[in-house]
């Protein structure tokens, strides 16, 4: 396999922190569990848009999910709910090890990159907000494919747009789902497994699995990439 050129993270929930939004969850559907139900949810319906190849935006899919769960608890969703649930998705605070794990790979001059299913749009707003922005080359999204992550025209793209191979590109990820697809796209992968996140067993297994985003970057400097 050719040499890592480029390091690609996903975001929500690799990066950003997802659990900010419970308070706004706990109080729209009354279940403290309700934003974990909604993205399994989203993650349902994105996977399912790509493999009957009836694109959605992701914007208009989390909204849909947020209907689901609603209407899976007899509730009606607020509208002042939903507002809050959409600013709150674009001020995600970065998990604490995030910075320290961006400026090990950064000071060893690797190139970063960020491959979201998220709208462009979204995604740079939350890369401004949390001040991740300044670490990466592209924030790049599947949208621009149509062609949701773990499709593997996905990872061709987000190569493509860093003018290298999908061999050379290393994704970093929180969901094995992610990690998958990188795999079976030709690039390499690292899973951080972050509380309540495995990878398959019986799957493909990236070389790198850490518990933090720190213990990835030691990894990914230890191995040149």
Do not use: C
């Amino acid at each position: 396999m050719a040499h890592t050129k480029v390091i690609v993270f996903d975001s929500n929930e690799t990066l950003l922190d997802l659990a900010a939004l419970d308070p706004h969850f706990t109080r729209a559907f009354g279940d403290a569990n309700a934003r974990d139900v909604w993205f399994k949810q989203l993650l349902q319906l994105f996977l399912t848009a790509t493999v009957i190849d009836e694109y959605q935006p992701f914007d208009v899919l989390g909204d849909a999910a947020l209907d689901i769960v609603a209407m899976q608890g007899g509730r009606e969703l607020a509208t002042t709910d939903r507002a809050a649930i959409h600013e709150a998705l674009l001020a995600l605070p970065v998990h604490a090890d995030v910075r320290p794990a961006l400026d090990q790979l950064r000071a060893a001059k690797l190139r970063l990159a960020v491959l979201t299913n998220s709208t462009e749009t979204s995604a740079k707003a939350q890369m401004k907000h949390a001040g991740l922005t300044d670490y990466f080359d592209a924030i790049l999204s599947a949208d621009a494919v149509q062609r949701y992550k773990p499709a593997r025209e996905a990872y061709a793209y987000a190569a493509a747009q860093l003018d290298v191979d999908v061999g050379e590109i290393r994704l970093v990820a929180a969901h094995g789902w992610d990690v998958a697809g990188a795999l079976a796209a030709g690039g390499r992968a690292a899973f951080v497994a972050r509380p309540g996140k495995a990878l398959n067993p019986k799957g493909a297994r990236p070389d790198i699995v850490g518990a933090s985003m720190t213990a990835v970057a030691e990894q990914i400097l230890e191995r040149g990439a």
